[in-house]
């Protein structure tokens, strides 16, 4: 039992409070003792615990996390005919929702961010989250009981040492983690998601390294560049799709087909619901105040343009993301994590001021009512690193089908030629 860090930022900004030095001074605190009070080893039955609901104006259950350490029994809670999962770096959700609705049953999430655990529980209490770091976490107990293992490790260089490189070569990754995952369950397939720029990164060496590794691990590896545009999400958001079928298993594994346009903002905000959101400067409305929706830092007078890009202004490239609104007929560009920040602006199509928190969660296709836990700075960071779900359930819809189709037809194994490799691009 201790405080949740999450939800005392949640009343804080409900409250005003804006930051936890603000917290501490009206506490009549140190910063440290705050910190003391809100670690997880401290006595949320202390005396102390006290001033700060008062304060906050809150009972005690509503800021108290209680420790689960839920263990799921395998065999009472998968049917034979349940498609099965396990998702590593779960995030606050979208991969996992996007599995859910395509009828995938996943029993494992790992996340180790606090407000991303915090958003998982509040909206799916029964699921499986372990809320801890993945190198602490052993897959043993669902070796040849799930059938895919899913996830998106960040994108890490590995050091060369001008020779191929194995599994343990890639120890101390978050890729190395995924890799351990997969070794350990033997899934029949795997998903791995990345950013596009994967497959440029380090010369190509990097998405190499991976390839190899896991096609060491058994499996027939493809990958493809999936813009989240063409498949029901207003963004254009590219992402690698890197999909493993074990080499002994008759599965064939289709990608999901892209729509011939893209869906724009219009479709996707309709109806959106008001919410909480940050806003610029006043420096920066005045200058975006300039910019038609569809347009850029291009459509600036030039010496406003010269003030506000700086040294950029100069440097050459297309920028078009600098000082962008974005236009109701277009999807908007790849969201980040902070929507304020300079030289990635999205600008609502009217009014000069970033996209709301309910606005980002539509254009990354979360429903209405998936909750963002922990202050307003951790949900845009939540929402900018997700998958989206609408991309995710199709991606999800072709992996259930391609397990169902393996059962159906008697489980007929297949024998692969090494190193095949497909690599795919849609754009």
Not at 133 to 147: G, P
Not at 359 to 380: H, K, V
Request: hydrophobic share 35%; aromatic share 10%; proline share 4%.
């Amino acid at each position: 039992m201790y405080l949740s860090k999450i939800k005392v930022k949640e009343v804080m900004n409900d409250k005003g409070i804006m930051t936890f030095t603000d917290l501490a001074n009206q506490l009549g605190i140190t910063k440290y003792q705050l910190s003391v009070m809100l670690s997880d080893g401290y006595n949320p039955l202390k005396a102390g615990v006290e001033k700060l609901c008062n304060l906050l104006e809150v009972n005690p259950g509503s800021i108290i996390e209680f420790s689960d350490s839920k263990n799921l029994n395998l065999e009472n809670n998968v049917n034979n005919d349940d498609v099965t999962a396990i998702e590593l770096f779960a995030g606050a959700g979208g991969i996992a929702l996007g599995l859910e609705e395509a009828g995938i049953k996943t029993l494992q999430y790992v996340e180790i961010d606090k407000a991303c655990c915090e958003t998982l529980k509040t909206n799916r209490p029964d699921w499986n989250i372990v809320c801890k770091d993945v190198s602490a976490v052993d897959f043993k107990m669902y070796k040849d009981k799930v059938d895919i293992v899913t996830g998106g490790f960040p994108c890490q260089a590995f050091s060369y040492a001008g020779k191929k490189l194995g599994f343990s070569d890639t120890r101390g990754t978050l890729f190395h983690e995924f890799a351990r995952c997969v070794k350990e369950v033997n899934p029949k397939i795997f998903w791995a998601e990345n950013v596009k720029g994967l497959v440029s990164h380090d010369k190509g060496r990097t998405l190499k390294t991976i390839i190899d590794v896991l096609e060491s691990l058994g499996y027939v590896v493809q990958y493809k560049v999936l813009n989240a545009a063409y498949y029901g999400v207003a963004q254009k958001r590219e992402r690698i799709v890197i999909i493993g079928i074990r080499k002994d298993l008759n599965i064939n594994f289709e990608y999901p087909q892209p729509e011939k346009k893209m869906t724009n903002l219009r479709e996707a905000l309709k109806d959106c619901p008001k919410s909480q959101g940050v806003l610029y400067s006043a420096n920066k409305k005045k200058v975006l105040d300039l910019v038609p929706p569809g347009g850029c830092w291009v459509n600036l007078p030039e010496d406003i343009a010269k003030e506000y890009m700086g040294k950029s202004y100069f440097s050459g490239g297309g920028k078009r993301g600098m000082a962008r609104r974005i236009s109701w007929d277009e999807p908007c560009l790849t969201l980040t994590c902070s929507p304020s920040q300079k030289q990635t602006e999205r600008c609502h199509p009217d009014e000069t001021r970033p996209f709301t928190v309910r606005e980002y969660a539509r254009i990354q296709s979360f429903p209405d009512n998936w909750q963002f836990c922990g202050g307003i700075g951790d949900q845009y960071k939540q929402i900018g690193n997700a998958v989206p779900v609408e991309l995710a359930r199709r991606i999800g819809v072709e992996l259930k089908k391609a397990i169902i189709d393996y059962r159906n037809n008697d489980n007929q194994k297949i024998s692969y030629p090494e190193n095949l490799f497909q690599e795919l691009v849609c754009v």
